[in-house]
């Protein structure tokens, strides 16, 4: 049974797997990890490099059960790999090449990761799998909203689409067809999906709003998906009520290629189970955490032959769970993630993530969508400033600075100070028509 569903489908037949019982999806994934293992330590140097270094031996590594003898890998062995062995690192393995993508990378130099066809095939079967489960069907018009790059992305949800039988308008982000454009092309060709940002999703609402255009009557939009960033239950509200359309998260990386995927039930992402196998561990220690409790992700890709990731601690901090789901499908969820560890703040002893300071702001119709947190070193105290956007003024926007201050203390227990800009003043210093991800932390200590 396992062995003939161990081609990672798209669907339908990957409904097979998506229904299958924990048995069969355990020794499915026993038997891509033993493939993973014995490739990499034959064709990838780092991986025997990293393992002979911690003194495992491959072959006592028999299933899922042995993996936490494994070490655990992040990013900086990757970024060291590609300094030590350039330009490309000696993790991509002894492999045909089909085509390279790069993480955009928050620290300067993208960091190149290599596709074999098989890889590829794969990663948009995934995303074809993604876009299913979230109601895209033939006959859907496509419009990508995410740049055309060395990001993954858009490539890889262009594929995934095309598998389902939707037709694409590759319009890329708002850096090669502006926001205007976005939204006649939308309007007027009865653009049905839209694959976006969170953040360049309310984007696109104000200009449309701007336009004069109705939202919920000049457009067809059913549904649209995001990735690449954390998309909080209160942003997606905001889409959702804007634009009257469902509003689906997504979630993975270039290095991992397209794990996991919200169902319609909208309560945590589905993991593709046959393709990757997801731990939760102590940030700290490294240990195992047992299921339900919030921790570290690390991953392992067991599909992948180039660049494959290998007990890869991602950098999020997130929840996974078994529990059954409403939508039939038995592959597990990660429920929540709760932000990423380098965007993790210490202030005044107190741990704050930038995307609980994103609830909060979205909490209150009176600010706009866009915030960004300035942290700066003053006298060797580190000094943290929200900055939001709204169009209030005088009297109510000391009421408004109040009552912001105090939803913020309660939910964070910490005081921030606040500064407050005009609508548009932040999206514009913010540049985000152009970006590909939101930066919303603006670090100065290190200046
Ligand atoms: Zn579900």
């Not at 031996?57 to 990757?78: C, E, M, Q, V, W």
Request: net charge neutral.
């Amino acid at each position: 049974m396992a062995s003939n569903l161990i081609n990672y489908p798209p669907p339908p037949a990957s409904k097979a797997i998506e229904r299958a019982n924990r048995e069969t999806i355990t020794s499915i994934q026993n038997l891509g990890l033993q493939r993973l293992l014995r490739t990499s330590s034959e064709k990838i140097p780092f991986y025997r490099r990293i393992w002979q270094a911690a003194g495992v031996n491959i072959s006592l590594i028999k299933d899922l059960k042995d993996i936490i003898n494994l070490p655990i890998i992040s990013k900086k062995d990757l970024e060291q790999s590609l300094q030590d062995y350039p330009p490309f690192g000696d993790y991509q393995g002894d492999y045909p090449c089909y085509r390279i993508q790069a993480s955009a990378g928050s620290t300067g130099y993208p960091k190149p990761i290599f596709h074999t066809a098989h890889d590829w095939n794969i990663i948009t079967n995934f995303w074809a799998r993604r876009l299913a489960a979230q109601g895209v069907r033939q006959g859907d018009m496509v419009q990508i909203a995410f740049t055309y790059a060395l990001f993954i992305v858009a490539f890889t949800s262009t594929e995934g689409a095309l598998k389902l039988g939707a037709t694409i308008i590759p319009a890329g982000s708002g850096a090669v067809t502006s926001s205007e454009r976005q939204i006649e092309i939308a309007s007027k060709w009865e653009v049905t999906v839209v694959g976006t940002t969170g953040a360049y999703a309310l984007r696109l609402a104000d200009v449309a709003e701007r336009m004069g255009y109705d939202l919920k009557k000049d457009f067809k939009i059913r549904v649209m998906f995001h990735t690449a960033e954390t998309l909080t239950e209160e942003m997606r509200a905001r889409i959702e009520a804007k634009w009257g359309c469902k509003s689906y998260n997504n979630y993975g990386s270039v290095e991992t290629g397209a794990p996991a995927w919200e169902c319609r039930e909208q309560n945590g992402m589905h993991i593709n189970e046959d393709g990757y196998y997801f731990e939760v561990v102590d940030p700290e220690t490294k240990q195992p955490l047992p299921e339900g409790e919030q921790g570290a992700l690390v991953i392992t890709s067991l599909f992948k032959e180039a660049a494959p990731v290998i007990r890869y601690m991602i950098g999020d901090i997130a929840t996974i769970t078994s529990e059954p789901c409403k939508c039939g499908c038995t592959l597990r969820r990660i429920v929540k993630v709760a932000g990423r560890l380098d965007d993790m703040l210490k202030f005044k002893g107190v741990t704050v993530y930038p995307t609980s300071i994103e609830s909060v702001l979205h909490r209150l119709p009176e600010v706009g969508d866009e915030y960004c947190i300035v942290i700066d070193s003053i006298d060797g105290q580190d000094q943290v400033v929200l900055r939001v956007e709204t169009i209030f003024k005088g009297e109510q926007l000391d009421q408004l600075r109040y009552k912001l201050q105090q939803a913020l203390k309660a939910h964070l227990g910490v005081q921030i100070p606040i500064e407050f800009y005009s609508p548009g003043e932040l999206q514009q210093e913010l540049n985000v028509d152009q970006r590909i991800k939101s930066r919303r932390i603006v670090d100065r200590r290190k200046q």
